[in-house]
C-alpha cells in the first residue's frame, strides 16, 4: 500500500493499528501568555531597531555637523562659537536639536540618550584633543539630565 493509493478501509486499519496521541489543549491563559510575550518581544525588537536606527542617524548628523563645523571653522577663524551650550550647528529652522529629539521621544527615553550622550563624551575626552570641552559637553548633558528628572 502507498499513500497515493491507500482506501479509507487502509486508513482505519492504521488509525486502529497506531491511534493519534492526545496532546493536551492549552488554556487560554497560556495561549494569552505565548501571543503577550510574542508581542512584548516584536515590540521590544521594534522599538530597539527604531533607536538604534536613530542613534545612527544621530551620529551620521554630528558627524556631518563636526566636519562642516571644522570647515566653517577653518574658513572663518575670527568667528568664536560657544560649542558647549549653544552650537550653531545644532540649530537649524529655528529648532534646537535637542528639542527636537526630546519631542521624539518617551520621557525615560531620553533620559536614557542624555545619559548615553554623558557617557560618550567622558569616554572619548582623551581622544579628540579637545578634552575640556568634552567634558564640558558631558556636563551640559548631565545638567540638561537633572532638570527633567
Same mark, same amino acid.
Given at each position: ?12 486499519? =492504521? ?5 493519534? @496521541? ?32 536613530? @542613534?545612527?542617524? @544621530? ?9 562642516n563645523s571644522r ?42 540618550? @542624555?545619559k548615553g550622550n ?6 572619548r575626552m582623551s ?8 567634558? =564640558?559637553?558631558?556636563?551640559?548633558? =548631565? ?7
Amino acid at each position: 500500500m502507498s499513500i497515493n493509493n491507500a482506501t479509507p478501509a487502509d486508513w482505519d486499519r =492504521l488509525r486502529e493499528k497506531h491511534p493519534a @496521541l492526545e496532546v493536551p489543549k492549552p488554556t487560554i491563559d497560556e495561549q494569552m501568555k505565548v501571543y503577550l510575550n510574542a508581542a512584548q518581544e516584536e515590540l521590544n525588537t521594534a522599538w530597539w531597531d527604531q533607536h538604534i536606527e536613530n @542613534l545612527e542617524n @544621530l551620529e551620521r548628523r554630528e558627524l556631518a555637523d563636526f566636519n562642516n563645523s571644522r570647515d566653517t571653522a577653518q574658513e572663518e577663524p575670527d568667528t568664536e562659537e560657544d560649542a558647549v551650550n549653544s552650537p550653531s550647528h545644532y540649530n537649524t529652522g529655528g529648532v534646537e536639536a535637542i528639542q527636537a529629539i526630546e519631542a521624539s521621544m518617551s520621557k525615560e527615553a531620553f533620559q536614557g540618550y @542624555l545619559k548615553g550622550n554623558c557617557m560618550k563624551y567622558i569616554w572619548r575626552m582623551s581622544y579628540k584633543g579637545k578634552a575640556k570641552e568634552d567634558t =564640558l559637553k558631558a556636563q551640559w548633558y =548631565l545638567n540638561r539630565l537633572i532638570e527633567i528628572l
